[in-house]
């Protein structure tokens, strides 16, 4: 009903859109440049006036009429059995909305009954008042734009106003959501904080993760969320990652655009670009299922013990999928630098060998040093493949052989896990504020890197 | 001819790029510690040509040249030349200034320190600022040698890269427009540099600018779609042009 709501107001809309175009034709006549705003413009502005009002009337009405009939039926199960609780009166309701649409419920009672008949005749009354309130206000507001319009109808100026405002509102929507989110994990973290008595160095400092084995009546142990161990970990796969990541994505940036010709240009780019797009979800999968048990049977053939889940599995694989990253960022500054340079290099003699390491690279470093640190902040956000191959125990070791932890596995492990949620959420929403405090911090480093790098030649 | 003092010698030089023919049978004489200018409408070749002589051309995949250039008498084209010692026999000074993004000191030092010709700190700081005092710019910058080549104005910057191109002690040196992106007063520094050069170097310089070319050259070359249609001393180019194009084209009536 909502929808169909909001289609009708769209038509509406629509027509009204025809007739103040064609309004503005007729007090046009002959003379169509003294119209102040050409007739689309007369037409669009119809059209938004009338569109915002239907719309709006619609949602506060919907809203607001469906919330004080709701609190009418909760007053009549209240009156009628006074001695039920909030919760049983919540269970009342869900089924009689069950019984009014014909569904099962728990229990059939004359109550349930009689409120099921209130919602019937209710909603339908909610469904078709809203509808016609809706269109009312939306053709009181059309028939207002079309007696208005004259000569001098500032309908351009009108419309394009209204556009600004609707833009201006779509944009507070998006950095609105944004500020919830992150007012959400400080609220949850501070939440956190008060549950372990303000010990916050324990969270920060501690050795032993284990926060739910801790819990006595909601509280959380304090020396049991020692999230040390997990940034160790998430710090161990990051580097391993890296390791890997940066020279393999690096060299290859250099060979595309320095020495590969076009040929090979042609198919090894989209090559790598095809390892970005592969999810990460396969490579979790390929770490857990292929690399990890390759490792340890390499492993034991040498005489070295790895665990299945291993730090170095998550890393390499971690690694692998940074790569296309890496290279394609870098192959994009080490593009970027201009042919002039090289050019200069060249025509002094210097080899191509030298050129690149004395005068290209140089030019993109700061580039490539900000790829390697968007290449950082992925693997430190990165959870599949850490999920899969990684392990679970809060381990705390420098050990790339043992399994270990990250952040990211055990944000996961607590949020899907059979705990109660108000009791798993607190750590988990507090190790995502710390982590995204540390992408964050490595994403304006790396944005304020490549800000000074533009300055430095045009 | 016979009796001068010859540098380089170009005998039935083609360039294509791709299929286009961008240089057609060209045969010149270039004097040695003399400037020799490259006169010619847009697209005339006159820089395709420049390029040919130190092999600049080579970095360019659809580039194919043939022909024999010599220098002193030797291919610079055959098997055995190495085209990056070539280049630093050959210096270069391209249109836009191109100073790397370090310090004007580094830039200076650059060649020097690729092709090993400081022993020490002191014989290389002595290279610098012999090259940066005969490319006229010392005085300017010999207080900052720590800062960046790209802060100095763009007279400034290609004085340096002139600096530059002679830190290798290079024979020949060859520029492509040097002061197309240059004002006036940076134009006439460049014009005079040019002509103190004249005395310890080769030079073949590339100009749109025919006045430029009468200042400051002994030779002129005058090419045309890829043709090099007449050389000679500047003086008779410019008062008595054998081509009737090389006349249409100095008194401005092609080009």
Excluded at chain 1, 88 to 112: H, K, P, Q
Aim: proline share 4%; glycine share 8%.
């Amino acid at each position: 009903m909502f929808g169909l709501t909001f289609l009708a107001v769209f038509v509406l809309g629509a027509a009204f859109y025809y007739a103040a175009r064609n309004r503005a034709f007729a007090l046009a006549g002959d003379t169509p440049q003294a119209l102040h705003s050409r007739p689309n413009y007369h037409g669009f502005l119809a059209f938004l006036l009338a569109g915002i009002a239907g719309i709006a009337v619609l949602i506060l009405v919907w809203s607001l009429w469906g919330a004080w009939i709701e609190q009418g039926y909760i007053a009549s199960i209240i009156a009628a059995q006074p001695e039920l609780s909030p919760i049983e009166v919540e269970l009342v309701l869900n089924d009689a909305r069950a019984l009014a649409e014909g569904g099962i419920a728990s229990r059939t009672d004359a109550l349930r009954t009689q409120i099921a008949g209130d919602i019937t005749r209710q909603t339908a009354l909610h469904h078709y008042g809203t509808m016609a309130l809706s269109l009312l206000a939306a053709a009181l507001a059309g028939l207002w734009c079309l007696r208005s319009a004259h000569i001098g109808w500032r309908a351009r100026n009108r419309s394009e106003t209204i556009m600004r405002r609707l833009l201006a509102m779509m944009a507070v929507i998006a950095v609105a959501t944004t500020a919830g989110i992150v007012l959400s994990l400080i609220f949850e973290t501070l939440n956190f904080f008060n549950n372990i008595d303000w010990q916050i160095h324990k969270f920060l400092f501690g050795t032993t993760w284990s926060p739910l084995s801790g819990v006595q009546a909601g509280k959380l142990d304090p020396d049991k969320v020692g999230a040390i161990p997990l940034f160790a970990g998430t710090l161990l796969i990051t580097i391993i990652a890296m390791l890997v990541a940066t020279p393999i994505g690096l060299f290859a940036a250099i060979y595309l655009s320095d020495f590969a010709g076009p040929k090979v240009r042609a198919w090894a780019k989209p090559m790598l670009e095809i390892l970005a797009g592969i999810p990460t979800v396969v490579y979790g999968f390929f770490a857990a299922i292929t690399l990890a048990p390759f490792l340890r049977n390499s492993g034991e053939s040498v005489g070295l013990s790895i665990a299945s889940e291993s730090a170095l599995a998550a890393g390499i694989v971690m690694g692998i999928m940074i790569i296309p990253f890496i290279s394609s960022l870098s192959d994009d500054v080490i593009n970027a630098v201009p042919q002039s340079l090289r050019d200069g290099s060249y025509g002094l003699g210097a080899t191509k060998a030298e050129t690149i390491r004395q005068v290209v690279l140089p030019a993109a470093l700061p580039g490539i040093v900000s790829a390697v640190l968007l290449g950082i902040s992925r693997a430190v956000g990165e959870t599949m493949i850490v999920v899969m191959a990684a392990g679970q125990g809060a381990n705390l070791t420098a050990n790339p052989l043992e399994a270990v932890t990250t952040v990211t596995v055990q944000i996961v492990m607590l949020i899907t896990g059979d705990t109660e949620a108000s009791t798993a959420a607190g750590p988990a929403f507090t190790l995502g504020f710390t982590l995204f405090c540390i992408t964050l911090l490595m994403n304006v480093v790396a944005q304020r890197i490549v800000r000074k790098y533009r300055e430095l030649y045009d | 001819m016979a009796d001068e003092d010859i540098k380089i010698t170009a005998k039935g030089v083609d360039v294509f790029y791709a299929d286009t023919h961008a240089i057609k049978d060209v045969d010149v004489n270039i004097q040695n510690k003399a400037v020799t200018a490259f006169i010619g409408p847009s697209g005339c070749g006159k820089s395709t040509f420049l390029r040919c002589i130190n092999r600049m051309n080579d970095t360019i995949d659809i580039c194919r040249v043939t022909g024999d250039i010599l220098l002193d008498g030797q291919d610079i084209y055959a098997r055995d030349v190495d085209p990056v010692q070539l280049r630093a026999r050959v210096g270069m000074v391209f249109q836009k200034p191109n100073p790397f993004p370090k310090s004007i000191y580094d830039n200076v030092a650059y060649g020097p320190k690729i092709h090993g010709l400081a022993k020490s700190k002191a014989e290389l700081d002595d290279i610098v600022e012999q090259s940066l005092r005969r490319a006229a710019i010392w005085d300017e910058v010999k207080d900052r040698l720590d800062a960046p080549g790209t802060g100095l104005s763009g007279g400034q910057q290609q004085r340096l890269c002139i600096g530059r191109a002679i830190a290798t002690a290079p024979e020949v040196l060859l520029m492509d427009e040097p002061c197309s992106a240059l004002d006036p007063i940076a134009t006439a520094q460049i014009e005079e540099l040019i002509d103190e050069l004249r005395q310890d170097f080769t030079l073949v310089i590339v100009t749109h600018s025919m006045q430029q070319a009468a200042r400051v050259s002994q030779k002129t070359a005058f090419f045309h779609l890829g043709n090099l249609v007449e050389f000679g001393d500047t003086d008779k180019i410019f008062t008595n042009p054998e081509d009737p194009r090389t006349e249409s084209y100095i008194t401005g009536r092609i080009g």
